[in-house]
């Protein structure tokens, strides 16, 4: 399974971004998925995950941080999931990562790195004030 993450840039305070990540190697219909981000010297910090409920239906949570800016989707079709970054902040620049998991996520531990079992490489996403 591998994990490709691309869309980040340098953007201004304000601007938005859409990140995509495409999965390859296994199907993410059932997989759970998750947003991370991680600044030079500083710990992983967790954005936004999806959950597979059941059917067709999945659960999305948000960090604090991030929450009624970032939206996180997915589209199963195209094996791909996405973050939109809307009135972003200086605070919000890392490298953000995708993660999945071959497995229900907990959602009790849903911002918990060690859940995840794959990750993408990264992509620079830089907010200038």
């Known amino acids: 399974v591998q994990l490709q993450a691309s869309g980040g840039g340098l953007v201004q305070s304000g601007d938005s971004l859409r990140l995509s990540c495409v999965v390859s190697g296994r199907t993410i219909g059932t997989a759970g998925l998750g947003w991370f981000r991680q600044v030079p010297g500083k710990e992983r910090e967790y954005v936004a995950a999806?959950?597979?409920?059941?059917?067709?239906?999945?659960?999305?949570y948000y960090a604090d941080s991030v929450k009624g800016r970032f939206t996180m989707t997915r589209d199963n079709a195209r094996n791909t999931v996405y973050l939109q970054m809307n009135s972003l902040k200086p605070e919000d620049t890392a490298v953000y990562y995708c993660?999945?998991?071959?497995?229900?996520?907990?959602?009790?531990?849903?911002?918990?790195?060690?859940?995840?079992?794959?990750w993408g490489q990264g992509t620079l996403v830089t907010v200038s004030s």
């Open positions: 999806s959950r597979y409920v059941s059917g067709r239906a999945y659960n999305t």
């Open positions: 993660a999945a998991r071959n497995g229900s996520l907990i959602s009790s531990r849903i911002g918990d790195w060690v859940q995840y079992d794959t």
